[in-house]
């Protein structure tokens, strides 16, 4: 007897802190596709040939009643695509950088009246990340063989800038543009063009992501919305 009430003292200390936790953060999955492109491994720069995808989950901490940060891991597939076309030579080639990110974001909602009504649907992000690359690989019209792994820092911090909007509910739907601050390749890398990189001065990835973002609501916010219905 006496331990159930130790143990029903220890729960009842603990539980209005979990209860505030719930309150303030928001946590949400995100899945969607990315267009890729790394500056300067091939001719075409900002070409954004490659496709990808981007997957992950996201924890949302709300500051007031327009602004909140927002914490993110996602897996990201980047990298650059050269077409095989007359410019080339008909070469192809194909370049496959997996990341680990960890996007820490600002996000204010846009709100304004149209004719009277509130639009409360849209917001604006902006905010650094750290990527750690996990995969690399190459492939193409040449045999590039190996060691070329070198030629990539293992990290890269980037700055992500992006508008998004409520589609129903708790449902989201974001575009963001991501580049490198610091290039993500050594500028002492090989150069040559058929082999790896067609300029080595730049070396940035640019990324812009289209997704999908599905945020939990909590028990209290479900309650409001049925409230609301009723009325």
């Given at each position: 007897m006496q331990r159930l009430f130790k143990s029903f003292i220890f729960l009842s200390l603990i539980f209005p802190p979990i209860q505030s936790f719930s309150q303030i953060f928001k946590p949400g999955i995100i899945a969607g596709v990315v267009a890729t492109d790394l500056d300067g491994v091939d001719p075409y720069?900002?070409?954004?040939?490659?496709?990808?995808?981007?997957?992950?989950?996201?924890?949302?901490a709300k500051l007031s009643e327009k602004n909140s940060l927002q914490f993110e891991v996602l897996y990201t597939q980047k990298?650059?695509?050269?077409?095989?076309?007359?410019?080339?030579?008909?070469?192809y080639y194909?370049?496959?950088?997996?990341?680990?990110?960890?996007?820490?974001?600002?996000?204010?909602?846009?709100?304004?009246?149209?004719?009277?009504?509130?639009?409360?649907?849209?917001?604006?992000?902006?905010?650094?990340?750290?990527?750690?690359?996990?995969?690399?690989?190459?492939?193409?019209?040449?045999?590039y063989g190996g060691g070329y792994e070198n030629n990539f820092k293992n990290s890269e911090i980037a700055l992500n800038i992006g508008l998004g909007c409520r589609i129903v509910n708790r449902l989201f739907f974001d575009v963001r543009y991501?580049?490198?601050i610091i290039p993500v390749v050594y500028h002492n890398a090989a150069t040559t063009r058929n082999n790896f990189l067609f300029t080595?001065?730049?070396?940035?990835?640019?990324?812009?992501?289209?997704?999908?973002?599905?945020?939990?609501?909590?028990a209290n916010e479900k309650k409001e919305v049925k409230e609301e219905e009723v009325e």
């Open positions: 720069d900002n070409d954004f040939h490659k496709a990808g995808l981007t997957i992950g989950a996201s924890l949302n990298g650059s695509l050269q077409p095989a076309d007359s410019v080339n030579n008909y070469n194909k370049l496959n950088l997996n990341y680990v990110e960890i996007p820490l974001l600002f996000k204010h909602n846009i709100v304004f009246n149209i004719r009277k009504k509130r639009i409360d649907n849209f917001f604006f992000e902006i905010g650094p990340s750290y990527g750690r690359l996990v995969t690399m690989k190459q492939e193409g019209t040449f045999d991501c580049n490198s080595a001065n730049k070396g940035a990835n640019m990324v812009w992501a289209f997704t999908l973002r599905y945020q939990f609501s909590k």
